[in-house]
């Protein structure tokens, strides 16, 4: 296990799901006060949402800048834009409806109505891709290569787990986990309803400087304990997510049951 992988079991969803809040502002802000802005990618899924509507509880949220915080989203379902299956408006309900963001700061992926098809809602997301990171790059006095990359720098990237040990919307032995070379995906016959799907590829979610995987319950329980034997990334997605700096496993303790206790980092 290398030396940047933290596993943090929490007493209960409630208490994951605030400290994961309070971790995220206080990140933020810490990335603000370097680079003045920030940028988070979002998931889908229970406990990532439920981690919004915790940020926009907490009196700590006023305390960061949301006009200079970059929004973007590990993956969305191809519904229609009313439709309470979309992580965007999930996220937006929960959260980005009710702090000062900046709406073009906001990157959600081509819903169902808004494109003719799949395809355009992954292109589309690809381009917003490639055009903040060239405006990043553009900007960066440190930038270094001679192009900008395909995406922009995440700070942090949440990501949702499922029992099957999926991310994002990236499945076990499915075309999407086995993607490379491009940024952004479309997934059909998702085993997770509904079907259609726009996501992250793997190589791009491992360009965050922090991925932190959150987990609760007992069903997650065996997903947790094969992402983090080493297995093959093919057929557990979860333990292919690797950040550059850091990678957080943020549990609650039915989903840490099967984590070797040396593993684990009590923070109490
Ligand atoms: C999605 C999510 C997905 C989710 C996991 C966990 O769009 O469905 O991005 O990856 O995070 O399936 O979801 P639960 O926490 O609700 O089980």
Same mark, same amino acid.
């Given at each position: 296990?290398?030396?940047?992988?933290?596993?943090?079991?929490?007493?209960?969803?409630?208490?994951?799901?605030?400290?994961?809040? /309070?971790?995220?502002? #206080?990140? !933020?802000? &810490?990335?603000?006060?370097?680079?003045? =802005?920030?940028?988070?990618?979002? +998931? %889908?899924?229970?406990?990532?949402?439920?981690?919004?509507?915790?940020?926009?509880?907490?009196?700590?949220?006023?305390?960061?800048?949301?006009?200079?915080?970059?929004?973007?989203?590990?993956?969305?379902?191809?519904?229609?834009?009313?439709?309470?299956?979309?992580?965007?408006?999930?996220?937006?309900?929960?959260?980005?409806?009710?702090?000062?963001?900046?709406?073009?700061?906001?990157?959600?992926?081509?819903?169902?109505?808004?494109?003719?098809?799949?395809?355009?809602?992954? /292109?589309?997301?690809? #381009?917003? !891709?490639? &055009?903040?990171?060239?405006?990043?790059? =553009?900007?960066?006095?440190?930038? +270094? %290569?001679?192009?900008?990359?395909?995406?922009?720098?995440?700070?942090?990237?949440?990501?949702?787990?499922?029992?099957?040990?999926?991310?994002?919307?990236?499945?076990?032995e499915m075309a999407g986990i086995r993607t490379q070379g491009v940024p952004v995906v479309g997934v059909r016959n998702s085993p997770k309803p509904?079907?259609?799907?726009?996501?992250?590829?793997?190589?791009?979610?491992?360009?965050?400087?922090?991925?932190?995987?959150?987990?609760?319950?007992?069903?997650?329980?065996?997903?947790?304990?094969?992402?983090?034997?080493?297995?093959?990334?093919?057929?557990?997605?979860?333990?292919?997510?690797?950040?550059?700096?850091?990678?957080?496993?943020?549990?609650?303790?039915?989903?840490?049951?099967?984590?070797?206790?040396?593993?684990?980092?009590?923070?109490?």
């Open positions: 296990m290398s030396s940047n992988v933290r596993i943090t079991p929490h007493p209960s969803f409630d208490v994951l799901a605030a400290t994961t809040a /309070a971790r995220l502002i #206080t990140r !933020l802000l &810490d990335v603000q006060s370097e680079r003045g =802005e920030a940028t988070v990618v979002l +998931t %889908g899924g229970s406990v990532g949402i439920a981690t919004l509507r915790e940020v926009a509880q907490s009196p700590a949220r006023l305390a960061v800048d949301w006009s200079k915080v970059n929004f973007w989203f590990g993956d969305d379902r191809f519904v229609a834009t009313d439709s309470p299956d979309r992580n965007a408006g999930q996220a937006a309900e929960a959260l980005l409806n009710h702090i000062p963001v900046d709406p073009k700061r906001v990157h959600a992926m081509a819903a169902s109505d808004t494109v003719a098809d799949l395809e355009e809602s992954v /292109a589309l997301y690809t #381009t917003d !891709l490639a &055009d903040a990171a060239r405006a990043e790059w =553009e900007n960066d006095d440190d930038a +270094t %290569g001679d192009e900008a990359p395909a995406v922009p720098r995440f700070d942090v990237l949440l990501l949702g787990l499922g029992p099957d040990a999926h991310i994002a919307s990236l499945f076990p509904p079907p259609l799907r726009v996501s992250l590829t793997l190589e791009t979610i491992n360009s965050a400087q922090e991925i932190w995987i959150v987990a609760a319950g007992a069903d997650k329980a065996a997903a947790v304990g094969l992402g983090l034997a080493g297995a093959s990334e093919v057929q557990v997605p979860a333990s292919g997510a690797r950040g550059i700096n850091k990678t957080m496993w943020l549990l609650d303790e039915a989903a840490a049951a099967k984590v070797p206790a040396e593993l684990l980092r009590r923070e109490r």
